[in-house]
T-cell receptor
């Protein structure tokens, strides 16, 4: 299995400020990596996924971007946060048909 | 994106009761997964199913991969307060992207001691 580390656990940011959320993974090498957002309505929305270093696929048009500078590092960023970026952000790593999740980051944009 | 139909949306039960929830899809799946999410935490994998008809248990939890390959259910027997949380089904379709899962909308479980 994979162990996923996410930080920070909670973050409060003003509108228009930049964002950087980091995720690191312990386990098998070259995992597929994912960023999800979970709104209060509970559903998980896939934002980005990566099958390798420097390879990023975006699932939905949005104010966010992702990068994978190292095999086990996945970063979610924004240059200017919007109120609508508030939510619970989850990083996941894939192993076969299974995905393992981090503990999440609660982002509040005020 | 595509989501699975998961029901019920929420359940409020007494401690000791059994619980049943299910997911259905219009597509055939080759993998079904069940996750539990505690408040403020990430989802944790409970059970993984890979073959039609497969029945797998994990303690008081039992899940089955439907024969039609379009559904799955999760049962919890003799519920306890720590079973509280949101339960998600997830799966991968035949012919679908090999690196993506489709998630259900979740079942919120509340257990009254």
């Amino acid at each position: 299995s994979q162990t996923i580390h996410q930080w920070p656990a909670t973050l409060v940011q003003p509108v228009g400020s930049p964002l950087s959320l980091e995720c690191t993974v312990e386990g098998t090498s070259n995992p597929n990596l994912y960023w999800y957002r979970q709104a209060a309505g509970r559903g998980l929305q896939l934002l980005f996924y990566s099958v390798g270093i420097g390879q990023i696929s975006s699932e939905v048009p949005q104010n966010l971007s992702a990068s994978r500078p190292q095999d086990r590092q996945f970063i979610l960023s924004s240059k200017k946060l919007l109120l609508s970026d508030s939510g619970f952000y989850l990083c996941a790593a894939g192993e076969g048909n299974i995905q393992y999740f981090g503990a999440g980051t609660r982002l509040s944009v005020l | 994106g595509q989501q699975l139909n998961q029901s019920p949306q929420s359940m409020f039960i007494q401690e000791g009761e059994d619980v049943s929830m299910n997911c259905t899809s219009s597509s055939i799946f080759n993998t079904w997964l069940w996750y539990k999410q505690d408040p403020g935490e990430g989802p944790v994998l409970l059970i993984a199913l890979y073959k039609a008809g497969e029945l797998t248990s994990n303690g008081r939890l039992t899940a089955q991969f439907g024969i039609t390959r379009k559904d799955s259910f999760l049962n919890i027997s003799a519920s306890i307060p720590s079973d509280v949380g949101i339960y998600f089904c997830a799966g991968r379709t035949y012919g679908g992207a090999t690196n993506k899962l489709i998630f259900g909308t979740g079942t919120l479980l509340a257990v009254q001691p």
